[in-house]
Structure formats: C-alpha cells, structure tokens
C-alpha cells in the first residue's frame, strides 16, 4: 500500500446553520479544502463522503451523487459511507484506503450532517437509530441514557466522580475559546456543569455534546502528488477501524469499547507507535464520560484512572497529553457525520504548527471517532 | 494492485418476507455465501455492505456495526455504503478496491433492504429520496415519472415502441422462470404488458421492477488465498464507478446516462475488453426503459437501436447478447441494496456454468447497476 498524506483542509462553522442547507455546507467545506491544497475541482479523482442519515434529518439519500455535481467534480466516482457518528472517520479510512491502493491520486474526503431542520425531539430519535432500534432505543434507551449507565458503572467501580467528568466539559470549552469554527466560545465552571440541568443521572445538559450543523473536507494525496503539491504533507502513519456489538447489553465489560481497542491496536502496529508517543489526541467525547473511556482504550491511562488523570490536568493543552485541543464535540460541536474529519483538522493543524493559541507542538497526533455506544470506532494516527 | 476473486456466493429468495426481518435476510445471505465459499466466520476479515435507507424503511442506521454481530464476524471492520439502488454495486467495488490494496485477504460483500414493512405509498416517498428532493421529488416527480420521461423522448426521437419495451418484460419473466430465487416464476405476454395498469404515461405496472425483500452476498478473496481455497475463482477483471447530476433535469442529453458510459469505460479499460467481448450482462432494468438505454450506454448497439434489437430476441439467452439471464430486476425482484450483488452472483453461476437452464457458457461476464435516474452507476467485468 503507497503513502498517503493530507494536503488540504477546509471546514464550515460549527453551529445552528438557519440559512443554509446539506448541499451548501459541504460546498463551502469541500471548496475552502481545495482551496487550502491549491488544487482545483478538475483535479479531484475521487470523493468519500460521511453522513449518518440523510433520509431520516433531511429526506434526502443518494448525497454521492449530488455532492460532487454541486462540488463541481463532474462526474468522478463518490462513496457515501454511513457508520453513525463515526461516518466521518470511516469516510477519511476508506478514501485512505483508495488512495493507498494507487486507484487514484487525488481524494476530497468530507462529512457533513444538517441537525437542526428538526425539532429536538426527533434529533433524539434520529440519533437511537444508531443504537439497536428494536432492542434498545423502542425501550426508551436513547443514547444519554446507554452512557449514563456506562457512567454510573465507572463511578460505582473506580470512584470516579461528577466533578472529574464535568472536568471535560471545562477544558473543551476553554480549548474552543481559540477555535473560530466552535459551536461554543463560552468558559464553562465545574459548577456551570453540576447545576445543568439533569437528562440521564448522571449526565447533565453541560456533559453532552450539541446539536449542529456543519461539514468538514480534507484532500488527500498519494506520496508523489503530495510531494508535488504541498510543502506541508501530514502523513497518515496508520490507520484503524473495528466493530463492537451494537447494543450496550450484548457487551461482556460496559466499560471496555472493543471496537476503540482493537482499532487502536490496528493503527499503532501500522504506524510502528505506542500510546506514549502520541502527542495529541482528538476523541470522541459525545459525552464526557466517553472522553474518559476513550483515554482507557487508548491506552494513555489504566482502565479506572482517566478520571484522576483528567482532573490532575494532564489533558489540558500543557499537559501529559493535550486532549481535543479544538474543544472536543462538547465544545467545537457534533454535526454527525462531520465531527470525524474535524478531528482529522484538528490533527493536521496541529502538525502543521498553525493551530494557533492551541498549538501543542505535537509531532504525532491521534483521531479517535465513534459510532453509537462504540459498535464503531475509527482511529488515525497522523504524522508530520 | 492485487488480483481480487470472487469465492463464494449466496441469496435469500427475493420476495416478500412477511416472518423475516432485515437481519435475518442479511445473515442468511452471508451465512450461504461462507458455506458456499467453504471458509468459517473467523476467516473473514472484513465486511462491506449497500443498504439505501435502513432509516427510512426499518429506522435502523448503523447496520456496519449490526450485521458483522450477528453474523458472527466479531469486531472487524464493517462498512456500510449507500448509492441508493447501486448500493450493492457499491459495496462490492469498495470491497474489491479493499482487497486489491492488500489490506486484507478475506472479505464478505453483501446487500441488503426490507422495504414491505411500509405501505407502498410510504414505499415511493422513501425511493424519491434517490433523487432530488427538493428539485425534484417535492413537485411530484417518483421515479416511475422520471424514466416515463426518458421513455417518452426515447420513443419520440428513435421510434422505440410500448411493444419493443414490454418485450424486456416478456423475456426478464421467462428467464426467471428458471432461477428458484426470483421473486415471480410467472410468464407474461406482450398483451398482459400492455393491458397493466398505467403508472406514469408510457410506463405501466408490468414495465416496472417490484417492491422485494431480499438479501445477497459474495466472499471476494485475495489472488493467493482464492487459489488456496477455490477451484473455481472468479475473476474481477474490471471495475468502474462514475456519477452524474443526481437531477434528470440537470443533464445535456436525458437519453445517455453519463454515469454509465464513464464507468463502463472504466472497467472496459481495465479488463481491456470491449463490449464485442461481453458474453452475458445483467442490467439495472428498474423500468424497461432502462434496460433499453443501458444496451446503449453500455456499447453494445447504437444510441436508439436498443428496442428493435431487444424485439428481434437478441437479448434473450441463445441471442447475440443474452441480458438479465436472472430474471432482472423485473423478475428477479429488486430489494434495493441487494440487487447488485445479486448482479454479481448470475454472472458468477454464469462463469462457473452453475446457471442450469440459464446457462450461457459465457467466459466474460459484465454487471450495471444504477442508482436514482442515473446519478450513479457502477459496472464490474468478471472472467472465469
């Protein structure tokens, strides 16, 4: 398999869209991406694109075929891949995967979801299809509700507390703060968090990610066309994508995502790294307590300890390992299908040094994108 | 890239499973297709599969993580991929593009759709997001009125007949007549064709593909592991995927659907055959119109040739073509996202000579599988 680099990346802002739909925030996403590569439409062999549902947020399937007409990339193969949250990430794995196979040379590799044409109640709804709808969400299991048992868990065997998961939610929106894409430029007190409202004990409305609307694109390129185009390649050193079962009770330990640790384990081998030699990591905080099961499987902490470790502010930017230094889904936002390819932004602005207040200086960064309860999980490892 | 083999097949009847749901359809066609390969479920390294709206019709997303649990696949990568009715040609291509790259050796490619949970009204809405809903599909425009366009103007510029067109219907049924997995095992005449209710002026009832459920899958294996486990591998020799504006509007000529040429050129290229080469081809015929303009577009008889050359019996097995030797879409049924694997299963019965009264003793085989009005297109040349 050839190497594959990132050489252009582009995204929309982060939030409440009422002025534009699906079709004009992948334009803007995927245009401002091959902008940044200085290529043009013309140049694109190829389009991967992450959406969770089109069908049931907007009424509209097929989004392959329509992007890359409205993109102007007439008539080149597209691929919609859908994974739940995690669409995003898959998306970047399989337009990887293409390019690595020397198909193509040149990929646009997007995600976009549009949240808000519908009311909140039926966000909610939408979003259960990405559990197990007739095992799982018909009994009311929604997904506050399949990682509030998560966080019960973790509590009741590791001690870990309110405070330590409300922890996240301050760090990710100070990270925002210097995120001009973020849903949220708002600092938020550990007693902010506490005081929110309850949704699912012991979830508050300050330990869940929003919803939004928004898409993300990055270009990707083989070795020679990266060379050729672009001063700053951000390579992908390795990539990783495994399953879980979809229901939360079909699991042996609730507290372990397979699917994070084996697509962990997949990504690492390949880029020939441990957890030690990741210098910032983009995870899949849905909910805070995810952000922390995330540093388990990932193998930064011991299983137990993510909550201390959070708390001693080894996550923040300065720390140990700076986590979701953009703001995480909590703070930046969670458009679904688009939330996978921001992380992958994230990594290679971070790599390239032009991430700004948020630099980490990082050489090595990880993405960490999950569907459902973590019946998928999709890792990267970006070098520069 | 590496030489991908096709080793091993399996369907459930396609028809109307009123005791079955989507996932008992999908495992049944996976469960077949490793028996048929002669592997075990731990041999599978990965699995692609086309569903156009679990959402809409079962309001299940996320079947990437479902299908590989219950079918037994634990915890490897499983992607989902939706290019509305081209969903399963979709899904065997990236699978194809997956194994040529050497990332894995093992792959089992399926699609999948339970569509008669809902009433046929409900049934149309959920197809109409194929194509462009708010262009399109809001003023009334289903499919059946979509191709009636393209039949009309067929009819008006090339002298194409009802007659010339019920015959596809004629033969897709006769040939069903022989495959125990089509939906209908009944004859029609040209008279039954043209006395069937009219759906949208000139397409009526019996010019139009069923509403089925169904499921269809393949292994698809390395060159290396396809020699050790198969005697009778066959052979992916060409594989195209093109798109096209996602509105029938939008086009310079209604009458050529550009996604077809351009995959079809691709995979002519690639398998470096031409279409005097092809011996047996199974085409998107969602409306027989449709199979008349893939004749054309796929270069098998010259633009507004296709209706004499279907009435002159050339496409029926034993003529200069045999087209739909499975029944089509027309006979065979068409469950959305299982139809283009079920594609690829008659031409793999063709290459081993599996097909029984079918049979066409043909060494190269092609596949054309639509999506929407023909905003995607993917088209695979198979050799024995």
């Known amino acids: 398999m050839r190497r594959v680099a990132v050489i252009g ?40 694109g992450g959406t969770m549902s089109g069908g049931l947020f907007i009424n509209q399937e097929h989004l392959g075929s329509m992007l890359p007409d409205y993109l102007g990339f007439k008539n080149i193969p597209s691929v919609r891949v859908e994974a739940a949250c995690a669409s995003g990430g898959l998306a970047l794995r399989q337009g990887y995967i293409d390019i690595a196979s020397g198909l193509h040379d040149i990929a646009v590799v997007g995600g976009v979801e549009k949240m808000t044409d519908l009311n909140l109640g039926s966000v909610t709804k939408v979003l259960a299809t990405a559990a197990d709808t007739e095992r799982e969400a018909v009994f009311g299991a929604t997904f506050p509700g399949l990682y509030a048992m998560m966080a019960k868990l973790h509590m009741h065997k590791y001690n870990t507390t309110e405070e330590q998961m409300a922890t996240v939610t301050v ?52 070795e020679e066309k990266a060379k050729e185009l672009c001063d700053t390649p951000v390579w992908i050193a390795g990539s990783g994508h495994a399953t879980d079962t979809i229901s939360l009770h079909d699991r042996e330990d609730l507290l372990t995502l397979k699917a994070t640790v084996g697509a962990a384990r997949q990504a690492y081998d390949q880029a020939r790294v441990s957890p030690k030699d990741i210098q910032t990591v983009e995870v899949h905080d849905c909910f805070t307590i995810a952000e922390l099961l995330a540093l388990e499987d990932l193998g930064f902490v011991k299983k137990g300890d993510s909550g201390k470790f959070t708390q001693d502010g080894q996550t923040q930017i300065g720390g140990k390992i700076p986590v979701n230094t953009s703001g995480g889904l909590k703070a930046k936002g969670h458009p679904i299908g688009a939330s996978g390819i921001a992380q992958a932004i994230e990594a290679v602005l971070q790599l390239r040094g032009d991430a700004g207040k948020r630099n980490t200086n990082a050489e090595i960064a990880m993405t960490h994108n999950v569907g459902g309860s973590g019946g998928t999980a999709v890792v990267h490892i970006f070098k520069r």
Chains 1, 2 share one sequence.
């Open 171 to 222: 760090k990710n929106h100070k990270n925002a703060m210097h995120n001009i894409f973020a849903q949220f430029h708002k600092e938020v007190s550990i007693s902010d968090v506490l005081k929110s409202p309850m949704i699912a004990d012991p979830i508050k409305l300050l330990d869940a990610s929003p919803i939004t609307d928004g898409a993300s694109a990055i270009v990707l390129a083989s």
């Open 9 to 48: 990346i582009g995204m929309t802002k982060f939030g409440q869209h009422w002025n534009k739909d699906l079709i004009n925030l992948a334009v803007e996403a995927g245009s401002n991406a091959i902008h940044d590569a200085g290529i043009h439409q013309k140049d694109v062999e190829v389009l991967y």
